[in-house]
């Protein structure tokens, strides 16, 4: 079954209510991920598979977690956990090495049982938070993370092979890249101010709006280097996995967090 349902949706911190003093802080976004999130339970997702730029990374793969349960703890009251589906996340993992996709699949803790859980991070909770923690019935997951440091094409490649197996699956399958754009557009932000950051985000808001997601494996190494994104890989997997399951998308909505921008777009049937 392809895809039904895919988007880019970033991981701030300060999105998820329960922590924040200031509600109207970045509430554009807010409000846009909570009707995402309306869009998607409505759907039945029965796996969610998260592109995640953070997590458990190697320096020469793209990481698979094969693990059986994922557990989030982002303050007392806000606690995730779910089932991960290692059985897609294998085949995800197979088929990309078919396909010449460094993968290395990797769990944590126990071999097996309640101990073989992989703890998950600010990459992942704040997605998981608005698309999938309070749905019922809650999705499966499967959690993935980018290496930076190899080529684009291959993080694009590995998106063909992920849109191959879902295709060949009776399940209903959502992909969520979870990714913040430039991060230097502050002088004071911790990776200080760029004009690049601008122009960054600017791009990847046409090429979503284009949807010509294929375009970012030309994108200007050096304007990526100056801006300091994290988008880049997780929405290179993506279009990827688009290219196997087309999809029409939607940017719905863009801000500056502080110091880094964030975006959310939708791509449905």
């Keep these: 079954m392809p895809l039904i349902y895919s988007c880019i949706v970033p991981h701030a911190g300060d999105l998820i209510p329960e922590t924040v003093e200031d509600k109207n802080k970045i509430a554009l976004t807010r409000q846009t991920i909570q009707e995402m999130g ?4 409505a759907l039945t997702p029965e796996i969610v598979i998260l592109i995640n730029p953070h997590g458990f990374r190697v320096q020469s793969a793209l990481s698979v977690c094969i693990a059986e349960k994922a557990i989030g703890e982002w303050s007392p009251d ?13 085949s995800i993992a197979d088929k990309a090495t078919e396909m010449n996709v460094p993968v290395v699949k990797y769990i944590y803790g126990a071999s097996s049982g309640d101990g073989c859980y992989i703890p998950l991070d600010w990459g992942a909770i704040v997605p998981l938070y608005f698309l999938g923690h309070r749905f019922e019935p809650k999705p499966k997951l499967v959690h993935i993370s980018p290496m ?13 092979a992920l849109g191959q197996v879902v295709k060949q699956s009776s399940q209903r399958i959502a992909l969520i890249a979870s990714a913040d754009q430039a991060h230097a557009h502050q ?5 200080g101010f760029d004009p690049a950051a601008d122009q960054y985000d600017a791009l990847m808001q046409k090429t979503i709006q284009d949807g010509q997601l294929d375009e970012l494996l030309s994108i200007d190494a050096t304007l990526v280097e100056n801006a300091k994104p994290d988008s880049l890989w997780p929405t290179l997997i993506l279009a990827g996995a688009l290219k196997e399951n087309p999809r029409q998308g939607k940017l719905l909505s863009y801000e500056v967090n502080e110091y880094f921008g964030i975006l959310c777009a939708e791509y449905q049937p």
Excluded at 187 to 191: D, H, L, N, R
């Design 78 to 90: 806000v606690k995730l956990e779910f089932d991960l589906e290692p059985s897609l996340a294998n």
């Design 148 to 160: 930076r440091t190899l080529p684009l094409q291959l993080h694009y490649d590995f998106g063909r």
């Design 38 to 41: 309306q869009r998607l339970q």
């Design 187 to 191: 002088a004071e932000g911790p990776y």
